[in-house]
């Protein structure tokens, strides 16, 4: 069972920073293209940033400058640092793998962790 858990998420101060990780199992990590999502309360989920196997990087425009997403496809992990938060970031933050390959259409999710940045 694929399985992706998000770890270090919490409570920050606007201006601070927080590192979020995700570790993936039983996947073929080096086929998945890696991202971080987020929803706020009664918004929907949207993108932060995206990263290929190959290292390719996409961001929403909204955390340019101030988010950075890596992986390390030997250990199967992806992370993103944030920094310079605001309150606007605050939201659950969700991993997410998406297959490569046309013949495996199917999306993982983490359960997500939550991000509160206070004022």
């Known amino acids: 069972q694929v399985q992706l858990v998000e770890s270090g998420g919490g409570l920050v101060q606007a201006g601070g920073s927080l590192r979020l990780s995700c570790t993936a199992s039983?996947?073929?990590?080096?086929?998945?293209?890696m991202g971080w999502y987020r929803q706020a309360p009664g918004k929907q989920r949207e993108l932060v940033a995206t990263i290929t196997s190959g290292g390719s990087t996409n961001y929403a425009n909204s955390v340019k400058g101030r988010f950075t997403i890596s992986r390390d496809n030997a250990k199967n992990t992806v992370e993103l640092q944030m920094n310079s938060l605001n309150p606007e970031d605050t939201a659950v933050y969700y991993c997410?793998?998406?297959?490569?390959?046309?013949?495996?259409?199917?999306?993982?999710w983490g359960h997500g962790t939550q991000v509160t940045v206070s004022s």
């Open positions: 997410n793998a998406a297959p490569t390959i046309p013949t495996m259409p199917t999306n993982y």
């Open positions: 039983r996947i073929t990590f080096v086929i998945y293209t």
